[in-house]
């Protein structure tokens, strides 16, 4: 599964939540969706915009995992 881990950055950054909302145009709602997990799609176009925002690149903040059940 596909793991994006926002929170790194932010935390890097010293951005908020509310800040990286506004940054990138999304609703904080939603950052505070992809940040916790709860995303099934990121749009290219949101992906974008968040690494411009946060000045990295999008594999500093998309992580691979096995999933679980695949590991059982």
């Known amino acids: 599964m596909i793991v994006i881990n926002i929170d790194v ?3 890097k950054r010293k951005m908020s939540v509310t800040e ?3 940054r990138v145009g ?3 709602a939603n950052i505070s969706i992809l940040k916790n997990g709860r995303a099934k799609a990121i749009k290219l176009d949101t ?3 968040i ?3 946060l000045d ?3 594999g500093d903040i998309l992580e691979w995992r096995p ?3 695949a590991a059982e």
């Open 26 to 28: 999304i609703t904080l």
């Open 56 to 58: 990295c690149l999008p």
């Open 51 to 53: 690494c411009k925002a």
């Open 47 to 49: 992906l974008d915009k």
């Open 9 to 11: 950055m932010l935390a």
């Open 20 to 22: 990286l909302s506004e």
């Open 67 to 69: 999933d679980e059940e």
